[in-house]
C-alpha cells in the first residue's frame, strides 16, 4: 500500500451559520425566565454590556459625552491609555477591593448594599437529598452497631418515592465484596425491618407498594382512637394484604364473593387508603417547581372588538454598550491586546443586543397570527381551537419554519382564559362531519366532556367513548381514544365504575 501527499484545488458551496446567527436562534428559544438567567450571566461575564439605569435616557449621555468631549486636550489619547495601564495594575494588586468587571470600589466597602448578594442570601438553599435525609435519620436512631453500614447501604438503593429500587438478592449480591460486613440475606431483611421502623414517613424502605401501604395502614390504625373505624382498618388491611390486585383493577364483586365483604364495607375500607401515600419520599423532598412568567400578555380591545398581544412591562432589563469602551475599541493609542480584548465585548454586546430586539419581534409576529387564527378558541374555549401548522405560519411571515418552532419552545401566554402555553395552538387536526376543522387538542377536550358526563355506574368503553364523539361529528378510531385516553390520564372504563 501506497501513501502519497498532494494539494488540490476543490471549487464548492458551503452553508456555514455566524456566531450571530447560532446566538440569535439560542436567544429565541429561551423562555423569558431563561433568557433573565442568559442577560444576568452576560452582564457578569462581559465588560462592554452595562444596564440602562431608570431615568437615564441615551439623549442624555450622548449630550453628556459631547459635552466632556469638548473640554479634553489634545493630549488625552496618552492620557486614557496611561490610566488604563494604571488601573489594570491596580486591579493585580487590589482585586478584592476593586469588583473585576468595573474597577470600581466594591459597594460593600462603600457602605452600600450589594443587589447580587442580597439576591444570593434571599434565594432558598437547595435542601439535602433523600438518601441524605434518611442517613441522618438513621444515625440519629442509633441502631445496633452491626446493623449501621448496611442499613446505610440499603439507603443507597432507595428511590426518589421512598421505595427499595432492587431486590434483598440483588443488594447481596452487589455488596458481597463490600468490606468490614458479614453479609447475608437475614442480615438484610433483619436492617429492613429496622429501617421501616425508625425512618419517618412511614412506609419508607418499602419494598414495593403493597408493604408500603400496609406499613402506613397499620400506623395510621395504631394513632386512631375512634373505635368504630378500627374494624375498617382490618378491612383495608385484609384488602391491600389478600386482594390487592382485584382492587387495582376496581373488582369490587370479585372482592366481595372472596372475602365475604359487602360492597358497603370495601367502600369505606376504599376510602381510608387513600389517607395513604404511594410514594412516601415525596413529602421530604419537595420537587422545584419552576415559576410559569408569560412571555406575552393578551388583552381584549372592547372598543376595536379585537384580542392584541403586548409584551411584558419591565420583564427585561434594558441593555447598552457602555460609551467608555465603545470609545475605547477605537482608540489606537491603548495597547493592542487590550483594545482586541475591548472590541471582541462591544461585539458580543451588540449581537446580544440585536438577538433580544429580534426575539420581541418575532414572538410579536407569530402570536398575532395566532390571535387572528384562534380566535373562536380565545371567545368560546378550548373546544373550538383549529388545527394550525408551523408551516402555514411560516410561509405566512415569510420566515422560515424552524424559526417559528423556535419562537413558541417553552414559551406561555398570559390569555383572558388562563396562562396557556404557545404550543398548544399549533397541532394538526380533522374536518367534522359538519365541514369545521378541529384541531387534536379540541378533540381532547371534547372526549373529556364526554367522559366527565357519563354515567359512572355503568361507564363508557373506548368504543363507545369513538361513537359518542362520532355523534357529535368527531369520527376517530378506538385505538385513538385509547392513545388520547391514556394522555389525559383517565383510565379505563373498569377502574372509572362505582359500585353499589
Not at 217 to 241: F, G, Q
Not at 352 to 379: C, M, P, S, Y
Request: hydrophobic share 40%.
Amino acid at each position: 500500500m501506497r501513501f502519497e501527499t498532494g494539494q488540490h484545488l476543490r471549487l464548492g458551496q458551503h452553508m456555514k451559520l455566524a456566531p450571530k446567527m447560532i446566538q440569535s436562534m439560542e436567544i429565541l428559544q429561551l423562555p423569558l425566565l431563561a433568557l433573565q438567567e442568559r442577560i444576568d450571566q452576560e452582564l457578569e461575564a462581559n465588560v462592554a454590556l452595562e444596564l440602562v439605569e431608570p431615568g437615564m435616557r441615551e439623549g442624555t449621555q450622548d449630550a453628556k459625552a459631547k459635552s466632556e468631549q469638548g473640554e479634553r486636550k489634545a493630549d488625552k489619547a496618552d492620557e486614557t491609555a496611561e490610566q488604563f495601564e494604571r488601573l489594570r495594575q491596580m486591579e493585580r494588586s487590589y482585586g478584592d477591593i476593586f469588583d473585576s468587571d468595573t474597577g470600581r470600589p466594591s459597594s460593600r466597602l462603600a457602605g452600600e448594599r450589594d443587589k447580587k448578594m442580597d439576591a444570593m442570601a434571599n434565594a432558598p438553599s437547595r435542601g439535602a437529598s433523600l438518601v441524605d435525609q434518611l442517613r441522618q435519620q438513621w444515625s440519629e436512631a442509633e441502631p445496633p452497631e452491626e446493623l449501621l453500614e448496611v442499613g446505610n447501604r440499603i439507603l443507597e438503593y432507595v428511590n426518589d418515592d421512598g421505595l427499595l429500587g432492587a431486590d434483598l438478592p440483588t443488594i447481596l449480591d452487589q455488596s458481597r465484596n463490600l468490606p468490614g460486613v458479614p453479609w447475608s440475606l437475614e442480615l438484610l431483611e433483619r436492617t429492613v425491618l429496622e429501617l421501616q421502623h425508625v425512618l419517618e414517613p412511614v412506609g419508607i424502605a418499602a419494598r414495593n407498594v403493597r408493604e408500603c401501604l400496609l406499613l402506613q395502614i397499620d400506623a395510621l390504625a395504631d394513632a386512631d382512637e375512634d373505635e368504630s373505624k378500627w374494624e375498617t382498618w382490618d378491612d383495608a388491611h385484609a384488602l391491600v394484604r389478600d386482594h390487592f390486585d382485584d382492587l387495582l383493577q376496581n373488582r369490587l364483586p370479585k372482592i366481595r364473593e372472596k372475602s365475604g365483604m359487602s360492597i358497603e364495607r370495601i367502600q369505606l375500607a376504599k376510602a381510608l387508603l387513600k389517607r395513604c401515600n404511594l410514594a412516601p419520599g415525596r413529602e421530604l423532598v419537595s420537587e422545584d417547581v419552576r415559576p410559569i412568567i408569560p412571555d406575552v400578555i393578551v388583552e381584549f380591545d372592547s372598543e376595536n372588538d379585537l384580542y392584541t398581544a403586548r409584551l411584558p412591562g419591565h420583564s427585561l432589563p434594558e441593555l447598552r454598550i457602555s460609551p467608555d469602551y465603545q470609545k475605547m475599541a477605537k482608540d489606537t493609542s491603548v495597547e493592542r491586546s487590550t483594545r482586541d480584548f475591548v472590541s471582541r465585548n462591544v461585539r458580543s454586546a451588540s449581537w446580544l443586543i440585536d438577538a433580544i430586539h429580534q426575539r420581541k419581534q418575532t414572538l410579536l409576529r407569530v402570536v398575532n397570527v395566532v390571535l387572528a387564527r384562534q380566535r373562536e378558541f380565545f371567545d368560546h374555549g378550548p373546544h373550538f381551537l383549529k388545527p394550525l401548522p408551523m408551516v402555514e405560519v411560516a410561509e405566512q411571515l415569510g420566515i422560515h419554519v424552524g424559526t417559528v418552532s423556535r419562537a413558541v419552545a417553552g414559551k406561555w401566554l398570559q390569555t383572558p382564559r388562563g396562562n396557556v402555553e404557545l404550543r398548544k395552538f399549533f397541532s394538526g387536526g380533522l374536518e367534522t362531519a359538519s365541514g369545521e376543522d378541529r384541531s387534536w387538542e379540541a378533540i381532547k377536550a371534547l372526549m373529556r366532556e364526554v367522559v366527565e358526563a357519563e354515567d359512572k355506574k355503568d361507564p363508557l368503553s373506548d368504543a363507545a367513548i369513538s361513537d359518542k364523539l362520532k355523534e357529535r361529528g368527531v369520527t376517530i378510531a378506538r385505538r385513538t381514544v385509547v392513545k388520547y385516553r391514556e394522555q389525559l390520564n383517565i383510565p379505563p372504563a373498569r377502574q372509572r365504575k362505582v359500585h353499589e
